[in-house]
């Protein structure tokens, strides 16, 4: 079978990935990573305390090879949002950068701290250290044998599940997504195919490492081809502009992370001149504005390829790097990705006219097996074999796919972040000041869309402030789910059925 990453497995003197000042070659993470994977083979399965740090990327790295399923956890988790996804995936082991502390939440599994030779000595070290111990006297360094490096474990099979990303629906918890090795491999190699991605790319990007555009794309993308990538730590326009003008060739990123690159080149000639060098500039996870796809390439010469994608599917569609760039479209399908649209008769639309809408639905192997623990909901998300992405869609005439919108409106895109209606209002209800909640989101320049709290507060003459219940769900689900706004009602808008209506809340 072959390496999920030949360039590991071959040990290739080359740098794989870069935090900060930390660098890790093939060769070392080999070590670094096969030395853990040794520690967690036969787990049933581990957390990773995803940080946007190396540890995250070594951790992860060894959970794939020793073939135990990782679930990569937000370290910015509330604690509701926390204990759902602890009782859920119940994970053996967590992984976790040496001296970061843990949360309650996760006081049950027990702790594995990373340790890489780049993080321990601050930078990069000189060969052939001596080996050291972690923690708890396990041996951290170069997993030797004698006359050399351990070999890798060997390369499960394809249907082994290697990552449970959790992804919001429109209601209740966030629900594990069980991805597949096979998966992964299909995707990241349509997307070689499709950009004429390379082992010479040097990928930079601030995504963070719990979903599948900064994990999966970002991180195990360039590893599987054998390139680098390199990691900013938090997203800012002087990052980009060091990275783009050092070497790097590619630069992934949300549309809030582009509208913000947009907004900055009138006054950066370095920033223009970074991104007009670039191989290919990505952009995924919401709809880039066709505004700021225009501002980009007015200013830079250089068009944005936009790709659609899914925790579920992984990416279904991009314009080609050798295809003809076009702003407010994903694209055509991958390789190997079959896809539809369909009417809600459930008639498949055979129309390639720019104008009839249908949802779409994806058929290949770059879909998921299950939602973990929850046949349910597995079952609803498909109809003959085809799964239901919930988005609605026309093509143009040469198949490219233009997204419109999509089903539920209680599914909102901030910053990139798929956040469910559903999940928010529980919280907010729960909230001593509060009687009635409904959550919406309404357009913004810079996130898309933002989160909006129509409150109806228990107390009229004292009701919970704004920023207190953005606390609230901060500290409960995430700081990305919090309101951005909270506006005061009366009573909340109803049907007959007392069903309330968040279209006349302005939806
Ligand atoms: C603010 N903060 C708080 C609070 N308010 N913390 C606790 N309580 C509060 N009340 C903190 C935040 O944690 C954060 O900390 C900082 O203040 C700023 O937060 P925020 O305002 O939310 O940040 P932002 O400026 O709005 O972030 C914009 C962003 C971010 C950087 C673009 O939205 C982002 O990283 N988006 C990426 C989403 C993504 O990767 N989606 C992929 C999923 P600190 O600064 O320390 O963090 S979709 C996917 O995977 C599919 C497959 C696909 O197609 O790609
Ligand atoms: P998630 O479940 O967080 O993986 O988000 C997946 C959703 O993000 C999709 O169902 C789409 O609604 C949206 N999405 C991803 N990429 C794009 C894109 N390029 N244009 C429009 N929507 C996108």
């Given at each position: 079978m072959t390496p999920l990453f030949p360039a590991l497995a071959a040990r290739a003197d080359r740098p794989a990935l870069q935090f900060g000042g930390h660098t890790l070659t093939y060769a070392e993470l080999a070590d670094d990573a096969g030395a853990l994977a040794l520690r967690i083979a036969g787990a049933r399965r581990i957390a990773v305390w995803?940080?946007?740090t190396l540890a995250t990327a070594v951790g992860v790295v060894a959970g794939l090879l020793a073939g135990v399923p990782v679930v990569p956890v937000n370290?910015?988790?509330g604690e509701r949002e926390l204990a759902h996804i602890v009782a859920d995936s119940a994970p053996e082991r967590v992984l976790v950068e040496a001296g970061v502390e843990l949360p309650p939440g996760l006081a049950a599994p027990e702790r594995v701290d990373i340790v890489t030779r780049a993080t321990r000595s601050g930078s990069l070290p000189e060969r052939g250290r001596e080996r050291e111990r972690g923690t708890d006297g396990v041996p951290t360094g170069s997993a030797t044998t004698g006359g050399g490096p351990a070999p890798l474990p060997p390369e499960p099979c394809p249907e082994a599940p290697a990552l449970i990303v959790y992804t919001s629906g429109t209601t209740g918890p966030p629900k594990g997504a069980v991805l597949p090795r096979r998966a992964l491999t299909a995707s990241l190699d349509a997307l070689e195919d499709a950009w004429q991605w390379t082992a010479d790319d040097v990928l930079v990007h601030a995504l963070?490492?719990?979903?599948?555009?900064?994990?999966?794309?970002?991180v195990l993308g360039p590893l599987r081809r054998g390139g680098s990538v390199r990691h900013l730590g938090r997203f800012d326009t002087a990052g980009v502009t060091r990275e783009l003008s050092s070497g790097a060739t590619m630069f992934f990123g949300v549309p809030t992370m582009y509208h913000r690159l947009a907004e900055a080149l009138a006054d950066d000639p370095a920033l223009v001149k970074a991104l007009a060098g670039a191989r290919l500039l990505v952009s995924g996870s919401a709809a880039l504005p066709v505004h700021d796809h225009r501002r980009i390439t007015t200013a830079t010469g250089r068009a944005v390829v936009e790709r659609y994608g899914m925790t579920e599917t992984l990416m279904n569609t991009s314009v080609r790097a050798d295809g003809e760039p076009r702003a407010g479209t994903v694209g055509v399908p991958l390789r190997g990705v079959e896809l539809r649209l369909v009417e809600e008769s459930g008639d498949s639309i055979e129309a390639?006219?720019?104008?009839?809408v249908g949802e779409i639905q994806v058929r290949g192997p770059n879909l998921f097996t299950a939602y973990l623990n929850r046949p349910d909901a597995t079952e609803a998300a498909f109809t003959d074999g085809w799964f239901r992405t919930g988005d609605m869609a026309v093509r143009d005439p040469d198949g490219y796919v233009r997204i419109v919108g999509r089903k539920a409106t209680d599914l909102i895109k901030s910053g990139g972040y798929k956040i469910g209606a559903g999940e928010i209002e529980n919280v907010l209800l729960e909230?001593?000041?509060?009687r009635e909640a409904a959550v919406t989101g309404e357009p913004d320049a810079d996130l898309g869309e933002r989160i909006v709290a129509w409150i109806v507060p228990r107390d009229a003459g004292a009701p919970p402030s704004a920023e207190e219940l953005a606390d609230h769900v901060a500290g409960q689900l995430a700081a990305h789910k919090r309101p951005r706004v909270v506006r005061y009602l009366d009573a909340l808008p109803r049907n007959d059925m007392g069903k309330i209506m968040k279209r006349s809340l302005g939806v």
């Open positions: 995803a940080t946007p370290p910015k988790s963070p490492l719990f979903h599948v555009h900064g994990l999966i794309l970002g390639y006219d720019g104008e009839t909230h001593p000041g509060v």
